[in-house]
């Protein structure tokens, strides 16, 4: 009897861990994984901070890389998620960072801190606008105050 009762317990609860298994969702494709937009804009905040750091401190070269690197996050956005609510990702982020990005192009180039700082604000309230334009105006991005990295050395 009491053989028969564990046997019924085990199978009892493998039946409840296959449902519980059977009501998640699959796990995504690796080989086909596409992250969501919000990961991608966490991942160009991480560049935004370093690019301001790199620019106060005059490090040039760790700039460069630094705007390179937004617009590598900005084309992966326009390839990645080309849409959003229904508009084109192309559209919004052309109007609001082509000219912020070539301004901080030439400000990095010209190692030109007025003309940095000037651009580095044009490019966060174009993405504040956008934000706003699309009910996330909760999430206001400006000027970092401290490194999100501390393990990099900003200074050249």
């Not at 007025?114 to 334009?133: K, M, P, R, W």
Request: negative net charge; glycine residues 6%.
């Amino acid at each position: 009897m009491i053989r028969i009762t564990t046997v019924l317990a085990i199978l009892s609860l493998s039946l409840v861990q296959m449902s519980s298994a059977m009501a998640q969702p699959p796990p995504k494709d690796p080989n086909n994984y596409v992250p969501g937009l919000g990961d991608l804009m966490g991942s160009l905040q991480v560049q935004h901070g370093k690019l301001w750091f790199a620019g106060e401190q005059h490090n040039w070269l760790l700039a460069a890389y630094a705007v390179d690197a937004v617009k590598e996050g900005i084309a992966d956005m326009i390839v990645l998620r080309p849409r959003y609510k229904g508009e084109s990702i192309v559209d919004m982020l052309t109007l609001l960072t082509a000219k912020p990005l070539q301004d901080l192009d030439e400000a990095v180039e010209a190692e030109d801190s007025a003309l940095f700082i000037q651009a580095y604000d044009l490019l966060t309230e174009g993405c504040n606008v956008c934000h706003s334009n699309h009910d996330y105006g909760f999430i206001a991005i400006q000027r970092p105050t401290a490194p999100a990295w501390t393990n990099l050395r900003y200074r050249p």
